[in-house]
């Protein structure tokens, strides 16, 4: 008896429920929030071609000339995508969420409780703010290679209004906020200064090996351009260790190609000296780098 009284209320309770829903509103405002999201993905779709093509113009202008010009574009495209996109998103979510609730009324009560907002989204100002000035003062752009607070270095790859993403050298994206970024050295802006030191035998003459250094140094500046931006120079003998001497050769790059560079210069170097018939130790000191305050080097067992 109580089993079947049960379910008679609980039946009565449903077909009051479902009496109560207007399924064509229903339907009318979910048909709604479909079109205003065929509507956002349709506008950020034309906004960011329209975007990409007028920077795309800009870029092969004869006023972007210097790889500066180019990387500056590339950046305040990607900057003006990802605020056009999230202005879209921001304008669409109020819209749907006017089909269904007061927007005024949800306005009203964010006021009262904008002070707890505001403790709430001091960071995201913060980031958003950062990356602005970061932009206006050219700091850094896309493609640049910078240091990030001695820890983490890599080449830019992406900039958004709050964050900013770093390819590393292993392959790894490192993210970090645009308000946390504090000190860093960009790397990009003019050419890296490594200096190769070759060990020679003492008794070789100086002049010979002065001159199949510079020989090398004018090979590998015509052959690898992209490498070797610059021509290096050969400073000449630095030092003497028993019975043999220091060559030393500046080699000028970018940092992205620094690596490359000194492994190119080591092994031409080594390949001419040996056809010279000019003796090198198999423990030849090979590489300084020019930042480093303690003048290490690797050696070669």
């Known amino acids: 008896m109580n089993k079947g009284l049960n379910q008679t209320y609980f039946s009565r309770v449903w077909q009051h429920f479902t009496a109560s829903i207007n399924t064509d509103v229903i339907i009318n405002k979910l048909i709604s929030v479909v079109l205003t999201l065929l509507v956002m993905w349709i506008a950020s779709k034309i ?34 995508r990802s605020t056009v996109n999230t202005t879209i998103a921001i304008v669409g979510i109020l819209v749907i969420l006017s089909y269904f609730i007061n927007i005024s009324a949800l306005i009203t009560v964010a006021g009262v409780g904008t002070v707890a907002v505001g403790f709430g989204a001091k960071r995201i100002v ?10 206006m003062q050219g700091e850094f752009f896309v ?13 830019i790859e992406d900039i958004s209004t709050m964050m900013t993403s770093i390819r590393q050298y292993d392959g790894s994206l490192y993210i970090v906020r645009n308000g946390e970024i504090n000190h860093l050295v960009n790397c990009s802006r ?29 090979i590998v500046y015509q052959k690898d351009s992209d490498i070797f931006p610059v021509r290096p120079k050969v400073l000449g003998m630095t030092g003497m260790d028993g019975s043999y001497a220091t060559l030393r050769v500046y080699v000028f790059s970018d940092a992205g190609h620094a690596l490359s560079a ?6 031409a170097l080594y390949q001419a000296m040996e056809e010279a018939d000019v003796k090198v130790p198999r423990n ?8 480093e305050e303690d003048k290490r080097h690797d050696r070669y067992a």
């Open 262 to 267: 000194q492994v190119t210069m080591r092994q």
């Open 126 to 135: 913060e980031d958003v703010l950062s990356g602005i000035f970061i932009i």
């Open 284 to 291: 030849t000191i090979w590489v300084a780098n020019e930042k």
């Open 143 to 155: 493609g640049d290679y910078i240091e990030l607070d001695g820890d983490h270095s890599g080449v």
């Open 190 to 218: 003019g050419y890296i200064r490594n200096s190769i030191d070759l060990q020679v035998d003492g008794s070789a003459s100086v002049v010979k090996v002065t001159e199949i250094a510079n020989t090398v140094c004018d």
């Open 47 to 80: 906004l960011t071609f329209i975007i990409k093509r007028a920077f795309k113009i800009t870029k092969n202008s004869r006023f972007t000339n210097t790889e500066e010009d180019k990387k500056r574009n590339t950046t305040i495209a990607k900057i003006t």
